[in-house]
Antibody, heavy 121, light 113 residues
Framework: EVQLVESGGGLVQPGGSLRLSCAAS????????MHWVRQAPGKGLEYVSG????????HYANSVKGRFTISRDDSKNTLYLQMGSLRAEDTAVYYC??????????????WGQGTLVTVSS | DIVMTQSPDSLAVSLGERATINCKSS????????????LAWYQQKPGQPPKLLIY???VRESGVPDRFSGSGSGTDFTLTISSLQAEDVAVYYC?????????FGQGTKLEIK
């Protein structure tokens, strides 16, 4: 059974940093492109970042480019999102999600339960 | 970026009746090389993550009831629930994966009338 379990969320002050993790199981992690998608309280879904199956290619939404870094450790079956220079508008539930294959242009077929990041003083 | 616009924003349908949600993209999401529409539909129930329902505009994900169907091509798409069940109360999102600037529609909230 495919499982994605996020952790690392919490309360952080504006300008601060946080690292999210997503532990994957039930599939060959290295063979899939992975993404982060966020959802502000009561709002819709916003794409954040993605990383290819071999980690050689990454992509970021303009809203987080230069502040967030996505990475993966295939030996640990874990996806990461290092978030810096956090702003109030980064407050959201962050979902780890799997593309349905190793390519970029694919739907997101599995989602974790999400981890809440709150940016506030 | 490709802007995805859903209509309506909210919808109330009686149990057993048909529900229809529309999604329009600001540019075509059809790749002529493979004749595929890079369009997905997701269902999000309260307190849960999104769940993939439909991809390639009309292919039902494994395990999704056949009362859910997707149609359309190019820039105009529709998600149809043929006979609404109580468990279908949710917010529905369309998404384009035509390019890596993935974008979602604003969501349509579906309720029971």
């Amino acid at each position: 059974e495919v499982q994605l379990v996020e952790s690392g969320g919490g309360l952080v002050q504006p300008g601060g940093s946080l690292r999210l993790s997503c532990a994957a199981s039930g599939f060959t992690f290295s063979g899939y492109t992975m993404h982060w998608v966020r959802q502000a309280p009561g709002k819709g879904l916003e794409y954040v970042s993605g990383i290819s199956g071999n980690g050689g290619s990454t992509h970021y939404a303009n809203s987080v480019k230069g502040r967030f870094t996505i990475s993966r450790d295939d030996s640990k079956n874990t996806l990461y999102l290092q978030m810096g220079s956090l702003r109030a508008e980064d407050t959201a539930v962050y979902y780890c999600t799997r593309a349905s294959g190793e390519e970029w242009l694919l739907p997101f077929d599995y989602w974790g339960q999400g981890t809440l990041v709150t940016v506030s003083s | 970026d490709i802007v995805m616009t859903q209509s309506p924003d909210s919808l109330a349908v009686s149990l057993g009746e048909r529900a229809t949600i529309n999604c329009k993209s600001s540019q075509s999401v059809l790749y002529n090389s493979n004749n595929k529409n890079y369009l997905a539909w997701y269902q999000q129930k309260p307190g849960q993550p999104p769940k993939l329902l439909i991809y390639w505009a009309s292919v039902r994900e494994s395990g999704v009831p056949d009362r859910f169907s997707g149609s359309g091509s190019g820039t105009d798409f529709t998600l149809t629930i043929s006979s609404l069940q109580a468990e279908d109360v949710a917010v529905y999102y369309c998404q384009q994966y035509y390019n890596i600037l993935y974008t979602f529609g604003q969501g349509t909230k579906l309720e029971i009338k």
